[in-house]
């Protein structure tokens, strides 16, 4: 019997392909319940979480010795695929692991449902953190931070230019107001800046909007980004852009790059208008000197009297499924997120903290490199005003499609109506929404 | 006698068996490579292409959906930008930088040039720089408010030129860190070259009184031309290649109105941050197809030239 060199190159392809047939692979594996050994967690380079966990590691320790807590640090990107990898593989994802929220949706599959703790917890996380630790109804992650959105400003140039926060109730106020100092500086003096493809201002725009999927709907299947409200969001963005007091694409890569930093040390900026609640670790490290010149304000609103919320991105923690320690893994995340572990993570950066008895406490204190106002307290009421939010399906897809039509609008290639259907039907097609 | 065949027997199997060894020895000790490009190479293209077909998010099954991804990639926008760039690139960089490299080379390999280690090592040193540092090395240096290259024309009446933010700049920063960084790489091919031509070749036209541009342009650079279209497909294959330098400069979404945007980032970023390895996987194969055309063409004109 002879084999024809077609057979073979058909059984080794069908063998080929059978090994490499993409399936589901390492979501189903059942944790055994194990209490001794070693709990690996990964986490990453600065935010704060990394050093909680270390922080916490000897009061773990002491509850169980039998345990080793092997805290382990990547740079943010591996982290993520290195998780995807270990989720894929079925094998080497640790016990806990920290992600940037963003990415949750895309690892649910793989991890653990915390649903069952959440009633416990419900009280002591700043709103919405629960809830962007979760999606669909599960939760999947407890927040190390707090991100809503405020507008830092320069009060020494406000006051230089005849500028009130008072004043500033609208986006329209804001653009009127850049008018202004324009006007007064001889075009020396901005009093914001703004990036062509900035999604961040889209962002805050559709919670004010009370969209809290930022680009879909609250069940995540619809894209939102051509609905009515949001082409008048949109208007809002470019009156912003038009106004002679915008710096428009000042360099660097984003708003909150270098060169940001040094047009608002220099003084050539006023006001960093998408400010989240990370941000004064930038501004204190950045810029010491500018201490008791800086106040926070709430986000302008679309209309006189409407929402002045946005909410930004936070890290959480989350516990693999294949974990074998998934009750200690969620003991050691409760003992990071709360108490002492949430103290080390806000010594260490100063971070906006998501645990709430922390939160209140801090309020009460006035904050010295704002003059003294109580930055924690407003922090505070932003939060418990934010509406539900979540970062949906393709989240970060959208925000790059989104990113790369909006200067077609700014620069009047499209109308705002057309240019956001198109950035809508992209969306639909490649994320497969309606 | 029995002994005698037994042992006669026992020999020929030796030598039989010796003889398969002598034979099959090549191929065991060249073995590990097949092994394990089998495995860490042709498995994962096969893999690759696969997936190409499937809608694939990695934690989830992957879905069968034919050519579909293959469809979205030829109506996506994004694509088309980032190839258009990536071309703009290439074109703006491989010509420029192999024509300074021959220069270079030359004047490395001239017995006038002294120190010529040091130099060739000073040419090659970027090469070999962290690309970290690079990008902020280069981060800094085109700053539009505090760089070093903004301060130097602004007493020659030009800029401040907005090089990391501005569309129409973006592109030519990214070709100058590509100069800056692969120049030395194409310096010691061009040196390899040059160093196998005959020196009496160079003798010759020098009896025969002819300058150094004629001795450059009628025996240097046609001797040369085997090595500049292998300098010239190496570049192209690295142009769509091409990662790590725009990643630093324009982030991973390429910046304002993805001028920054290349193949090479795209295609992480459907993989790797949008977790869509069958989208990705078709771009992948788009583009190795792109490459490989390129490939021909060049080699196609090249062997001409050099018939």
Redesign the interface.
């Known amino acids: 019997m002879s084999i024809t060199r077609r057979q073979v190159l058909q059984a080794s392809t069908l063998a080929?392909?059978s090994?490499?047939?993409?399936?589901?692979r390492?979501?189903t594996a059942a944790p055994r319940a194990a209490q001794g050994g070693t709990l690996t967690a990964w986490g990453f380079e600065g935010g704060g979480v990394t050093e909680g966990m270390q922080s916490q590691v000897k009061a773990f320790n002491e509850k169980h010795p039998d345990v080793t807590v092997n805290v382990q640090t990547f740079p943010y990107?591996d982290v993520h695929?290195n998780l995807?990898n270990a989720?894929?593989a079925g094998t080497g994802a640790p016990d806990l692991c920290t992600i940037d929220d963003f990415y949750l949706t895309?690892?649910?599959?793989?991890l653990t449902d915390l649903s069952a703790h959440r009633a416990e917890y419900e009280d002591q996380f700043v709103p919405p953190t629960l809830d962007l630790g979760s999606y669909q109804g599960k939760l999947y992650g407890l927040a190390g931070d707090s991100e809503p959105i405020g507008l830092f400003y320069r009060k020494d140039l406000w006051d230089q230019y005849g500028i009130k926060e008072e004043d500033i109730e609208t986006w329209a106020d804001l653009a009127e107001a850049g008018n202004k100092v324009n006007q007064d500086s001889n075009g020396d003096v901005s009093l914001y800046a703004m990036?062509?493809?900035d999604h961040y201002l889209y962002e805050v725009l559709a919670v004010e909007q009370g969209f809290g999927g930022y680009y879909f709907d609250e069940t995540d299947t619809k894209v939102i980004v051509d609905d009515p409200k949001m082409v008048e969001a949109v208007g809002v963005i470019k009156q912003l852009w038009d106004s002679k007091g915008a710096l428009q694409?000042?360099?660097?890569?984003?708003i909150y790059g270098?060169?940001m930093a040094?047009?608002l040390k220099?003084g050539?900026v006023t006001c960093q208008v998408i400010g989240a609640g990370w941000y004064p670790s930038t501004l204190t490290q950045n810029m010491p000197e500018l201490s008791g010149k800086w106040r926070l304000m709430r986000e302008p609103a679309i209309t006189a009297g409407g929402p002045r919320v946005g909410y930004a991105y936070p890290t959480i923690l989350v516990i693999p499924s294949s974990s074998q320690m998934q009750d200690l893994a969620w003991e050691f995340a409760v003992m990071t997120m709360t108490g002492d572990g949430a103290r080390a993570q806000f010594d260490k950066y100063h971070i906006l903290p998501a645990w709430q008895p922390l939160l209140d406490e801090l309020s009460d204190q006035p904050d010295e490199y704002f003059g003294g106002q109580k930055t924690f307290q407003l922090w505070n009421e932003i939060a418990h005003d934010e509406p539900k939010v979540f970062f949906g399906k393709?989240f970060?897809?959208a925000q790059?499609?989104f990113?790369?039509h909006l200067?077609d609008i700014l620069s009047d290639a499209k109308s705002i109506e057309d240019g956001l259907h198109e950035a809508a039907e992209?969306m639909r097609?490649?994320l497969s929404k309606s | 006698m029995a002994i005698a065949q037994r042992i006669q027997a026992q020999r020929a199997a030796g030598w039989q068996l010796d003889r398969r060894w002598r034979a099959a020895a090549p191929y065991v000790f060249i073995s590990p490579f097949f092994i394990i490009f089998l495995a860490f190479g042709l498995l994962p293209i096969l893999f690759s292409l696969v997936v190409s077909v499937f809608d694939w998010r990695g934690t989830t099954p992957g879905a069968y959906v034919g050519l579909a991804n293959y469809r979205i990639l030829l109506n996506d926008p994004s694509f088309y930008e980032a190839l258009f760039n990536t071309i703009y690139v290439w074109l703006g960089s491989v010509p420029t930088m192999i024509f300074l490299a021959l220069v270079f080379a030359v004047i490395l390999n001239s017995r006038l040039v002294r120190f010529r280690g040091f130099f060739r090592t000073l040419y090659f040193l970027p090469v070999v720089t962290s690309l970290l540092i690079a990008g902020l090395i280069f981060s800094l240096l085109f700053s539009t408010s505090f760089g070093l290259v903004n301060r130097v024309l602004d007493p020659l009446g030009i800029g401040p030129i907005n090089w990391l933010a501005d569309p129409n700049w973006m592109k030519v920063t990214l070709i100058l860190a590509l100069l800056w960084r692969w120049i030395g790489n194409d310096v010691v091919l061009m040196l390899a070259g040059l160093q196998q031509i005959p020196t009496d070749l160079y003798e010759a036209a020098k009896v025969d009184g002819a300058s150094e541009v004629q001795t450059l342009w009628h025996i240097t650079v046609p001797l040369m031309r085997p090595v500049i279209l292998f300098d010239a497909i190496i570049s192209t294959i690295g142009a769509f290649n091409l990662f790590a330098e725009p990643f630093a400069l324009f982030g991973p979404g390429g910046g304002i109105e993805q001028s920054g945007l290349v193949t090479g980032t795209l295609l992480y970023q459907y993989a790797f941050v949008y977790f869509k390895f069958g989208y990705g996987s078709a771009l992948a194969w788009v583009l190795a197809m792109v490459i490989f055309a390129l490939s021909m063409i060049q080699l196609r004109l090249g062997n001409r030239s050099v018939d």
Do not use: M
């Not at chain 1, 090994?19 to 589901?24: D, K």
């Open positions: 080929a392909t090994a490499i047939w993409p399936s589901r390492g979501t990107t695929t995807l989720i894929v895309q690892y649910t599959d793989g990036f062509s493809n694409n000042p360099g660097g890569t984003d270098d060169e040094v047009l220099s050539k393709g970060l897809e790059q499609i990113g790369a200067p992209e097609q490649k």
